[in-house]
């Protein structure tokens, strides 16, 4: 249950890694006219434009999950969108760059993820990608925890498993090798994010990863759940204002 306008309340922050993975990519020093780019989750697509018109790109698909989150795309000439699902998009033809911001954490087995996804990348073409790797950071484990616990537990539409599916930056860095990427650049950056209090951690994750408890419960229930997340999770967070929130992400690019 994606609210583009909470998912936008730390906007500038969740903005830093895409424009850092950006910087990653490999320049053609030809026109790209004929370039053909897929954003997979591409929420509100107000990025995916910022990539269309940046590589000049003669066509790019964003793909999303969310409806909400799409009712907000752009209208831009050579820029199409389209409500899929990651797991289950087969493009009709490949693409020359394949791209993803903060969307693949939510798809399990990464080996075979990123072996068909190498499908979908034309000769000489290029993957690149973005997602949060804070999964050992209290706000993910005392999420998880209060999942357990009644009523949640019990009350869950579907039940929640903590399997978070990332590998290791060496990890990807030979599953790229792997596929056949000739070249490659894997790193895991912490982003040092400045919140203007430790409760506003919380308005954080109500906007990314909360929403997949919140689509497992009630209403009733997640503000019950809410309540007793916040209880649990704030005396593990410093007192301090600005609270000095850390968070880790992996970028990994590879060109065959």
Not at 114 to 141: C, E, S, W
Not at 168 to 177: C, D, N
């Amino acid at each position: 249950m994606w609210n583009p306008n909470q998912y936008e309340r730390f906007k500038a922050e969740r903005d830093l890694p895409f424009f850092d993975l950006m910087g990653m990519l490999r320049r053609d020093p030809r026109p790209a006219r004929s370039m053909r780019v897929l954003d997979l989750g591409c929420g509100t697509g107000e990025l995916t434009s910022v990539l269309h018109r940046d590589l000049g790109a003669a066509e790019t698909l964003g793909i999303d999950s969310s409806a909400e989150m799409l009712a907000r795309a752009p209208n831009v000439p050579g820029l199409r969108f389209e409500k899929a699902n990651i797991e289950t998009f087969a493009p009709s033809a490949p693409f020359d760059l394949v791209w993803s911001n903060a969307a693949l954490q939510w798809v399990q087995d990464h080996t075979s993820l990123f072996a068909r996804l190498t499908k979908f990348v034309a000769p000489g073409g290029q993957i690149a990608v973005q997602m949060p790797a804070n999964f050992d950071y209290p706000t993910h484990v005392i999420a998880a925890k209060v999942a357990a616990e009644a009523p949640f537990a019990e009350g869950a539409a579907t039940p929640y498993r903590r399997d978070f599916p990332l590998l290791t930056p060496e990890g990807y860095a030979k599953l790229l090798y792997d596929l056949g990427y000739t070249k490659q650049c894997v790193r895991l950056q912490v982003y040092a994010h400045l919140l203007p209090s430790r409760e506003d951690v919380v308005e954080w994750v109500k906007g990314s990863l909360l929403t997949d408890y919140q689509s497992r419960l009630s209403p009733e229930l997640y503000e019950l759940f809410l309540a007793r997340y916040k209880e649990r999770l704030l005396p593990e967070l410093a007192d301090t204002r600005p609270f000095f929130y850390p968070f880790k992400r992996l970028l990994i690019w590879g060109s065959r």
